[in-house]
């Protein structure tokens, strides 16, 4: 496989290299280099489509900038860059809308519909999916067509339609049969099964990837036999058959590893073989898998805890470097011109000194002034080149900060999952864990950027409180106010800002009282400054202060050091200040806090 991929590449190499007769070969050549690379090494596809791109502007061909178009959706998509993803497609689609033929709409409408998908804009990802439906309908059965009712199947998976899920599978899965497409039926199934999990049919679950499995090991695809042996497995496990799911399970292991595990695949079968073990009593094996399980988890979250610290670091040495050479670089200029300076000065006092003495003198005290001056110009350079040194510590400082927030909260959460796991609590643990991968995959995102429209910011609010409401058991009453003279998409917000705020309230205020728990997020604009106020009914500052004290009398919310910090670095980069106001509610009956934050916008 390998010496075929490489020829692959020399052949597609030599084509580009080779001196092509028209710009539209030239372009060819990008796009099927582009496409080699997007399935070994998404990195390097990029060049390739810039290049493919600006010969498409030559040939002024609306439909191959739409292509490529897409092609840059697929790659920010396959690098995890979600936003940049949709940005590509939504012009792809624009264009295509126009002058595309019928095929090249259902590509584009395909692939703006995974981009919403990924984004968590599922209405507009099933409008999508009923489009493409209707464009085919009339069409006789090909790969193609079961393809469009297979994505519109895994659309309402997501939204947890299962009947119009089942639906559309089914209907993807004949249309396999009729044209005798095996391989596609097979990956559809799987998906069918994983419906049936969903809706707790086991039985039927179990018989779908024993199928899948069958297939699988008569085609030889390791890999695949592996994802059949854990559905399988799982199946068991849900149905309660822990001696039947252990096999599976191991099997599901074994080849894991043989083939290059999935590490979040793996993850979750130590995590499975670790209850299933614990379920029978043999608890020296259940620890095992537990050891296992919790090492693999840890260092999956160390790794890209690690990883965006470091790309943080490399960026800022990388800058500091360039900043040092170019002060070294325009150090030597100034020294050939000085140089060349001084020997204009001694030939011309050399020359005219007899004669022109007085001019000469001139000259001199001309010249020493523009020293001056010319010096003074060169410590004001440098001067400000470390300004802007200094600065980009401090963005990366800031940007390291935001990296902290995510770990904070996911470990909150884990918990939670956790213990609904440990009291046997599937259907609660399911549904937590689908809303906190939607949030996760918000918050990666936004840790990313400086700032975020409050669009972005309010959709995670809404995500995060959704989960905090299932920790505290429903006993919590939200609500989110926006002023009619705001612009949700034109306001823009530190990211991942407003929610410590709202974890205080939470976890300070409201934790601690049992009943009638309120709290309240408003946000007005005020003389072009943004004002969030968050408001809670609970046990107020100085009850929380005791309580604390009493607990840990050193104890001092993560959330809050971490955001003063981020206040004060941001505050250094900006002229309008961003102000954090705290203050205590007292009416009489109940306590309450109110945390007023004005952004400058």
Do not use: W
Request: one cysteine or more; glycine letters at 4%.
């Amino acid at each position: 496989m390998a010496s075929a991929q490489t020829s692959v590449l020399d052949s597609l190499q030599h084509r580009y290299k080779s001196k092509l007769d028209s710009d539209s070969l030239k372009l060819e050549s990008c796009l099927d280099l582009a496409k080699y690379y997007m399935n070994v090494d998404v990195r390097k596809a990029s060049p390739y489509l810039n290049e493919a791109l600006e010969y498409s502007k030559n040939l002024k061909n609306k439909q191959l900038t739409a292509k490529i178009f897409n092609s840059f959706s697929l790659l920010h998509r396959a690098s995890g860059n979600e936003l940049k993803a949709l940005e590509f497609a939504i012009d792809a689609k624009k264009i295509i809308d126009i002058y595309g033929t019928k095929q090249e709409k259902i590509i584009a409408n395909s692939e703006l519909l995974n981009s919403y998908i990924n984004t968590g804009d599922f209405e507009k990802a099933i409008a999508l999916a009923e489009l493409n439906k209707k464009l085919v309908l009339s069409e006789p059965s090909s790969s193609n067509k079961a393809r469009l009712f297979f994505d519109a199947g895994n659309v309402y998976k997501i939204v947890n339609n299962y009947s119009e899920a089942k639906k559309n599978y089914s209907q993807a899965i004949n249309i396999c049969k009729e044209i005798n497409f095996v391989p596609g039926e097979m990956v559809m199934k799987v998906k069918l099964g994983l419906l049936f999990i969903a809706e707790k049919q086991y039985d039927r679950a179990i018989l779908t990837f024993k199928e899948t499995l069958k297939y699988y090991e008569k085609v030889k695809q390791p890999t695949r036999q592996g994802t059949s042996f854990l559905h399988l497995g799982k199946s068991y496990s849900l149905k309660g058959d822990s001696k039947k799911a252990i096999p599976e399970l191991l099997n599901a292991l074994f080849f894991f590893e043989k083939t290059g595990a999935n590490l979040f695949q793996k993850n979750e079968i130590q995590e499975l073989l670790f209850y299933n073990y614990a379920i029978l009593g043999e608890s020296s094996k259940a620890l095992k898998f537990k050891t296992q399980y919790k090492q693999l988890r840890d260092s999956i979250v160390s790794k890209n805890k690690t990883k965006l610290i470091e790309g943080l670091k490399v960026k800022y040495d990388t800058d500091k470097l360039l900043a040092e050479k170019e002060i070294s670089k325009q150090n030597t200029l100034l020294l050939k011109q000085k140089v060349k300076l001084n020997k204009y000065f001694f030939l011309a006092i050399t020359g005219l000194l007899i004669v022109l003495l007085v001019i000469g003198l001139f000259l001199f005290l001309r010249y020493k002034n523009k020293q001056k001056t010319f010096f003074l110009a060169s410590e004001l350079k440098e001067t400000q080149k470390r300004l802007v040194v200094e600065k980009q510590y401090r963005n990366s400082e800031l940007k390291a900060l935001n990296a902290q927030m995510n770990p904070h909260f996911i470990f909150n959460t884990l918990n939670s999952i956790q213990e609904y796991i440990v009291l046997n609590e599937k259907d609660l643990a399911s549904s937590y864990l689908i809303k906190f991968s939607r949030l996760i995959r918000i918050y990666l995102e936004h840790s990313k950027e400086n700032e975020v429209v409050l669009s972005e910011e309010i959709k995670a609010l809404n995500i995060y409180l959704e989960l905090e409401k299932n920790r505290f058991e429903d006993l919590l009453n939200y609500e989110i106010s926006i002023a009619e003279n705001i612009d949700l998409n034109s306001i823009k917000i530190p990211s991942l800002f407003i929610q410590p705020y709202v974890e205080n309230a939470l976890k300070h205020g409201l934790l601690h009282k049992k009943t009638d728990r309120k709290l309240s997020i408003i946000f007005t604009l005020n003389d072009n400054v943004l004002h969030c106020s968050i408001k809670d009914n609970g046990i107020g500052i100085e009850a929380s202060k005791k309580l604390n004290a009493k607990r840990n009398p050193f104890h001092k919310s993560f959330a809050t050091s971490t955001n003063e910090k981020r206040v004060r670095l941001l505050n250094s980069n900006r002229t309008n200040t961003i102000k954090v106001e705290t203050k205590s509610l007292v009416n009489g009956i109940n306590d309450g806090t109110e945390v007023i934050i004005k952004i400058p916008q």
